[in-house]
């Protein structure tokens, strides 16, 4: 059982920057996938970025160039550094973690154990 609590939601307005933490307990997680979902009122949840266990990261096409994902495994934390947000990243964001180690977290069939969620509030 892995318990992940992410953190560091809030208002900001457009153009400005948050950076959203989670960190994991109940086991390591330096050889696992983590990352970030997110999902806004009235969408499915949908993929944002992930981070390997090797440092290699993916982005959906509308995060790519202004968010920034990284990893402490010493800490067993990630991080999200969101730059440039724009209204319509508001959502609430969700980490979390692959189903096994060595596996890629892409899609919600990937995901094991979730987050609570932060609330990213982005005004015009």
């Known amino acids: 059982q892995v318990q992940l609590v992410d953190s560091g939601g809030g208002s900001v307005q457009a153009g400005g920057s948050l950076r959203l933490s989670c960190t994991a307990s109940?086991?390591?997680?330096?050889?696992?996938?983590m990352g970030w979902f997110r999902q806004a009122p009235g969408k499915w949840r949908e993929f944002v970025t992930s981070?390997?266990?090797?440092?290699?990261?993916y982005y959906s096409e509308s995060v790519r160039g202004r968010f920034t994902i990284s990893r402490d495994n010493a800490e067993n934390t990630i991080y999200l550094q969101m730059n440039t947000l724009k209204v319509e990243d508001t959502a609430i964001y969700y980490c979390?973690?692959?189903?096994?180690?060595?596996?890629?977290?892409?899609?919600?069939?990937?995901?094991?154990?979730w987050g609570q969620g932060t609330q990213v509030t982005v005004s015009s």
């Open positions: 979390a973690v692959a189903k096994a180690a060595y596996r890629v977290l892409r899609t919600l069939d990937d995901v094991d154990f």
């Open positions: 109940g086991r390591s997680i330096n050889n696992y996938a």
């Open positions: 981070i390997l266990w090797s440092g290699g990261t």
